[in-house]
């Protein structure tokens, strides 16, 4: 399927998400895409087992309250120059932003929603979303105001499974868009390894995926005029990944990493990142098909993904 170049952003109303709109602006400046705004409400379901006339009041006052949040995200994005379009869904959340996503480029949303009303709206979206997207959604936690913008370092997670390298091909990309450094991290987790025949054994393991990660990184970066580092490490993926997080602009994973390199990296760290990094976090999907999206320089570098 052919993704729009449009970047969509849920927003509920919250400071996170109103963090969330920040980065989305900025991201369709970066594609010269149009920014999709949506605001999604549903009604709690005690409301219609309540007092008659319940549940007519609240549906109401949610859709006075996100209409006012739209209109708000609207008038913003407008104001910084940007294409702009909106909707008021209802529904669940998650489900609309997932239905989107089969449509557009990037789902932005925040880390977690709290909102006006009932934290009804992005409350668990940044978990669902990520898990079920079918184009890349990126996360953007509060803490991350401000301080992430403009995106001038990325760091990717690698781990030689087809999910890592979709992964490390959109964060090219993005260093590309932003002109920022990127540094590609595999990481090797000995300690969960029941028995090592050596110290010496993972130097051994670490220079063997040091040479594997710099091959693919270097086919992934080929054409683009890109300041790139490959990094193997030794410890725990999540772990590490998180603390990059505490001195760059955004992290890439992918999703369901099967551990390639013999089986010893990533694997499926993506829920625990997205829980402790405080820089967003850009989650690509293994269901990305090739015609999804295109590089931001296609007439130098052709789409093009085995």
Request: proline share 5%.
């Amino acid at each position: 399927m052919t993704h729009d170049n449009v970047v969509a952003v849920g927003i509920d109303g919250s400071e996170r998400s109103e963090t969330a709109l920040t980065w989305a602006i900025e991201q369709a400046k970066r594609r010269a895409a149009r920014l999709h705004i949506v605001s999604s409400y549903e009604l709690p379901t005690y409301t219609a087992h309540t007092f008659e006339g319940a549940a007519t009041s609240m549906d109401s006052r949610l859709f006075e309250a996100a209409n006012e949040y739209l209109d708000a995200a609207v008038l913003k994005a407008q104001n910084a120059g940007v294409e702009t379009s909106s909707s008021l869904e209802t529904g669940d959340p998650s489900a609309v932003l997932v239905e989107l996503s089969k449509k557009v480029a990037t789902v932005v949303i925040g880390s977690r929603g709290k909102g006006s009303f009932a934290d009804r709206l992005l409350g668990t979206v940044s978990s669902a979303v990520p898990a079920h997207a079918y184009c890349p959604s990126v996360v953007v936690p509060e803490a991350s105001a401000g301080s992430c913008l403009p995106i001038r370092h990325i760091v990717v997670g690698v781990d030689g499974s087809e999910a890592a390298n979709i992964a490390l091909e959109r964060a090219v990309w993005e260093a590309e868009r932003w002109k920022a450094k990127l540094t590609a991290v595999a990481t090797v987790n000995t300690s969960s390894i029941a028995w090592m025949p050596g110290a010496g054994y993972s130097v051994d393991v670490l220079d063997d995926v040091r040479s594997g990660l710099e091959v693919v990184v270097e086919k992934a970066t080929e054409g683009y005029d890109i300041d790139v580092r490959t990094h193997a490490l030794e410890g725990n993926p999540a772990a590490l990944m998180a603390e990059f997080s505490t001195a760059v602009d955004l992290l890439v994973i992918g999703t369901r990493g099967r551990g390639g390199f013999a089986g010893l990296l990533l694997g499926s760290t993506s829920q625990a990142v997205l829980h402790h990094s405080t820089c967003p976090v850009m989650v690509v999907p293994k269901r990305i098909r090739p015609g999804d999206d295109v590089p931001p320089t296609v007439t130098d570098v052709p789409w093009s993904r085995p």
